[in-house]
């Protein structure tokens, strides 16, 4: 496997289901003129075009197959949201489902998946350099990151956060389905054998249970400075 471009900078977000990442992330992409990675959104995107090809129980040879022929385009609207194109359809509003995100969940877990997703992934490290959010950044995909940050928000304040978020969208989803939804998915993603999440062994821990999305990335950012 090639090593890919390892002098170029990346700062890794990893963190459980509503951590905040994807936010964090795109801010600091934003501020600091970096690119982004939103690996979930990979894993996200083969689950999708598992269902739409009536796959989605299908083997992971088969699934990782399916991974390779996807033509996947990523853009930023105006508003600041992520737009995804998935065979030239664009998929942004169904990848965001919580039914996609389950479905995700477990297609991530099948490690001929992850391995066709990693050259992927590894192939988003440009000039000048990248912020990739996920579970394995930082421990799998850029070991050699410059910065590891672990995110993580006590289960309730992320399921009143999805549920937030959700219901601006106009989606009417229960709370406690939410957190049913959530914890589910969090023992799914920390127990898997292949790449599970956890923290790297030089990641900083930060808990945004109490924190607001400005200080958050006002802390990542001071870091950042410590760095440089
Ligand atoms: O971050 P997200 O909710 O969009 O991710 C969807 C699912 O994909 C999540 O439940 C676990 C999986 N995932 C993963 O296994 N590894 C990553 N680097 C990113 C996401």
Not at 116 to 136: C, E, I, M, N, S
Request: negative net charge; contains cysteine.
């Amino acid at each position: 496997m090639a090593a890919g471009p390892v002098d170029i900078p990346v700062i890794a977000i990893d963190g459980p289901s509503g951590s905040g990442k994807g936010t964090i992330a795109r801010q600091l992409a934003s501020v600091l003129g970096l690119h982004l990675l939103d690996s979930g959104a990979l894993y996200r995107l083969v689950a999708l075009a598992a269902a739409k090809a009536n796959k989605a129980r299908a083997s992971g040879p088969e699934l990782a197959e399916l991974s390779g022929n996807m033509d996947i385009r990523f853009a930023t609207a105006d508003t600041g949201d992520e737009q995804v194109w998935l065979d030239n359809d664009e998929v942004s509003d169904e990848l965001r489902t919580e039914e996609c995100g389950r479905m995700a969940s477990h297609v991530a877990a099948l490690p001929e998946v992850r391995e066709a997703l990693l050259d992927l992934q590894k192939g988003f490290r440009k000039p000048p350099g990248l912020v990739a959010d996920g579970r394995d950044m930082g421990t799998n995909v850029f070991p050699n990151a410059k910065l590891k940050i672990f995110l993580t928000a006590n289960a309730a304040e992320r399921a009143k956060r999805r549920h937030k978020q959700l219901k601006n969208k106009g989606i009417d989803v229960s709370l406690a389905a939410l957190s049913r939804d959530i914890e589910d998915r969090d023992k799914r993603d920390t127990e898997r054998s292949i790449a599970p999440l956890r923290p790297a062994e030089d990641a900083r821990l930060l808990d945004s249970s109490d924190l607001t999305i400005d200080e958050v990335v006002q802390t990542i950012l001071e870091w950042v400075d410590e760095l440089d």
